[in-house]
Each structure stands twice: as C-alpha cells, then as structure tokens.
C-alpha cells in the first residue's frame, strides 16, 4: 500500500503567518442558529456509537457455523449450483479480506478518535466475516476459485490509494452496499441452509458499516477543493465501472442460483440511494454549508443521475429477450469483454 504520502484531509489548512486572517462573513447569520455545538457533538457521538453498537453485537463465528452445521448438516451443494455458487463465494471471501484490510488501514490513518474507534470496530469484524466464510468453504469441501482481475483491479484500486475520501467512497459507499445486496439476494434465494442463515450476521454488521462512511465523509467532502471534488468523482465513476463489468460476468452464475440480478440491482441502487440521502441529510443538520459542487463531490447520487438509465440498459425490464437487437448485441459484446477483461487480469 501506498502510505508514505498520505495526507489528512480532515485536517484544516495552515494559514501562512505574515497573511491576514480572512474577514468572516457579516452578519454572522449562524448566531441565529440553535444549538449548532450541541448538533456537531451529536453527530460526533453517532460515529463513536458505531463502536460500541459493534462491541455488543459481536458474535462468535466458529460457535454460530459449528452451531449451523450441528443443525443442518454439513452443507452440501447439488452438482448444477455447485461451480456457480463457488465463483460467488470467491468474490465474497476475497472481498472480505480486502475489505478487512482496507478498514484497518481506515483505522492507521484517520486522526478522528470517534471515527477511528468505529474504524477498528470494523476491521474486527471484517476479519471475523473472512474467516468464517473460509471455513465455511472448507466445510463445503470445494476448491475456492481465484478472484476475477476485474474484481481484483477494484479492490486493490481501494487498498492502495492514499486518499481518505476515495478509500471511504470506495469501501464504505459502494463495496459494502453491493455486498449487501448479494447477502440478502443469497439468503432469499435459499441457496444452501447452512449459508441462508449464516448470511443475516454478516448482512446486519455490514449495515453498520456503511454508518462511518454517512457519518464521517461529509465532513472531508466539505473541505475539498473543486480539483479534488472531480478527482473523488472520478475514482467513483472507475470504482462503478469495475463493480459493473465485473457483474456482467456473474449474471448466469446468480441466474443459475436463483437470483434476478435485475431485482438485486434494483436494491443496490436503492441502498446507495439512501446512504446518499442520509449523508447530505445529516450534514445540513449538522450545520453544514451546501453549495452545487456537493452532487459531484465524490459522491453521485445514483437514482438522481444516471442510475435508471444504466440499469435499464444492463438489465432490460422485459428482459433481454425483449430488448432491440442493437441492445442485445451490445449487451453480448459487453459481456464478452468482460469475460476477457476479467481473465487477462487476473
């Protein structure tokens, strides 16, 4: 990882000592404000209650799968499922390992105590969902497949920036939502009963994980300038483009389990929505000074921009059998790239 240039974003910039502070703005229209200390240590107290919501929701990994498997059985996967399960369960364990990784490095690096302790949290728990599903795959007897290079250019795109804003839009905004709407489609899905039951504990910390995101990143969104505004956009534009094109080569493998990538879709861009929403929510509560860079500043709010217009084109409503020919051609050609995009960078 990238670590020696690394540089606090939260922290304000140093004046020069022979400038002249800036004149504040008058009248201090914010002295008509109630409570705006109050609301700021509120909203500090949310991110520190990550932590300890972590602490008393922590469960034992080896007693609930030994307990799971006591209860069902070894599991066992019938042939048909069994390979496209398997590359699924890959994505989901290397994730985690990335994702164990990443929130560690959060926790080095952010000089914030509260967000720092919520960081922490995290990494404990990522580390506990990594070797849970390893295990779980060694029960299942099945040789985990290697992570995609798609997948794998994403996450390590996330491991090794430098930056604060792109690892929090990276990690906490996109990664964790799109593992979160493939928890919930498995466990619907019923795909094996040991793993149904099993994935509500990691679907419930993951929700908690987004939390340090929404919290934590509206306060570095606002001190970016409009060059490091666009910089964050773009990283979120490449990270959506991986997440993407890797999903177009897994679309026959949640088919096969009984998934409709479509719905799962839909969900995705539905939580994204809502953490978006939620974060720019919580900001103006806060006290904070909105102005029009904030829809691009790293954070695109997709339901509100392009988002229906993509997924209607990745997953036709009517599905692709009803799709126009050009759609359809383009669809297979897309997906065929990034069957080879996939295997030429792994």
Same mark, same amino acid.
């Given at each position: 990882?990238?670590?020696?240039?690394?540089?606090?974003?939260?922290?304000?910039?140093?004046?020069?000592?022979?400038?002249?502070?800036?004149?504040?703005?008058?009248?201090?229209?914010?002295?008509?404000? @109630?409570?705006?200390?109050?609301?700021?240590?509120?909203?500090?107290?949310?991110?520190?209650?990550?932590?300890? !919501?972590?602490?008393?929701?922590?469960?034992?990994?080896?007693?609930?799968?030994?307990?799971?498997? @006591?209860?069902?059985?070894?599991?066992?996967? /019938?042939?048909? =499922?069994?390979?496209?399960? %398997?590359?699924?369960?890959?994505?989901?364990?290397?994730?985690?390992?990335?994702?164990?990784?990443?929130?560690?490095?959060?926790?080095?690096?952010?000089?914030? !105590?509260?967000?720092?302790?919520?960081?922490?949290?995290?990494?404990?728990?990522?580390?506990?969902?990594?070797?849970?599903?390893?295990?779980?795959?060694?029960?299942?007897?099945?040789?985990?497949?290697?992570?995609?290079?798609?997948?794998?250019?994403?996450?390590?795109?996330? *491991?090794?920036?430098?930056?604060?804003?792109?690892?929090?839009?990276?990690?906490?905004?996109?990664?964790? &939502?799109?593992?979160?709407?493939?928890?919930?489609? *498995?466990?619907?899905?019923?795909?094996?009963?040991?793993?149904?039951?099993?994935?509500?504990?990691?679907?419930?910390? @993951?929700?908690?994980?987004?939390?340090?995101?929404?919290?934590?990143?509206?306060?570095?969104?606002?001190?970016?300038?409009?060059? $490091?505004?666009?910089?964050?956009?773009?990283?979120?534009?490449?990270?959506?483009?991986?997440? %993407?094109?890797?999903?177009?080569?897994?679309?026959? /493998?949640?088919?096969?389990?009984? !998934?409709?990538?479509? =719905?799962?879709?839909?969900?995705?861009?539905?939580?994204?929505?809502?953490?978006?929403? @939620?974060?720019?929510?919580?900001?103006?509560?806060?006290?904070?000074?909105?102005?029009?860079?904030?829809?691009?500043?790293?954070? *695109?709010?997709? =339901?509100? &921009?392009?988002?229906?217009?993509?997924?209607?084109?990745?997953?036709?409503?009517?599905?692709? $059998?009803?799709?126009?020919?050009?759609?359809?051609?383009?669809?297979?050609?897309?997906?065929?790239?990034?069957?080879?995009?996939?295997?030429? *960078?792994?």
């Amino acid at each position: 990882m990238k670590l020696s240039a690394h540089r606090d974003e939260s922290a304000p910039a140093e004046r020069a000592f022979w400038k002249r502070a800036a004149r504040p703005s008058w009248p201090p229209y914010d002295l008509l404000e @109630e409570d705006v200390a109050a609301r700021a240590r509120a909203r500090l107290d949310k991110i520190e209650r990550l932590y300890h !919501v972590g602490q008393d929701q922590a469960w034992d990994g080896r007693a609930v799968l030994d307990a799971l498997i @006591e209860k069902h059985g070894p599991p066992r996967l /019938d042939p048909e =499922r069994r390979a496209a399960a %398997m590359r699924i369960l890959s994505v989901l364990l290397w994730g985690e390992l990335a994702a164990w990784a990443i929130s560690a490095d959060l926790a080095e690096h952010i000089d914030h !105590v509260e967000a720092k302790m919520a960081a922490t949290s995290q990494a404990h728990d990522e580390a506990r969902h990594f070797y849970v599903l390893r295990d779980y795959c060694r029960a299942l007897g099945e040789p985990v497949p290697r992570l995609g290079g798609i997948g794998r250019r994403l996450l390590i795109g996330i *491991l090794e920036t430098d930056s604060l804003v792109h690892k929090l839009i990276g990690m906490q905004l996109l990664v964790e &939502s799109n593992a979160l709407a493939i928890f919930r489609a *498995l466990a619907a899905a019923n795909v094996e009963p040991v793993l149904c039951e099993l994935l509500p504990y990691y679907e419930k910390d @993951e929700a908690r994980h987004v939390g340090l995101g929404v919290l934590y990143l509206p306060r570095l969104l606002r001190r970016l300038t409009k060059v $490091e505004a666009m910089a964050a956009a773009g990283f979120q534009l490449r990270c959506l483009a991986l997440l %993407m094109s890797a999903g177009m080569t897994m679309r026959d /493998d949640f088919r096969v389990l009984g !998934v409709d990538p479509r =719905r799962m879709a839909e969900h995705t861009v539905k939580l994204q929505d809502e953490i978006v929403r @939620e974060m720019f929510g919580g900001a103006a509560a806060a006290g904070s000074r909105a102005d029009g860079r904030d829809a691009v500043r790293g954070v *695109l709010n997709p =339901r509100v &921009s392009v988002g229906p217009a993509i997924l209607d084109f990745v997953h036709p409503p009517g599905g692709e $059998e009803a799709a126009p020919p050009w759609h359809r051609a383009a669809l297979a050609l897309w997906t065929r790239g990034a069957a080879l995009a996939d295997r030429a *960078l792994s």
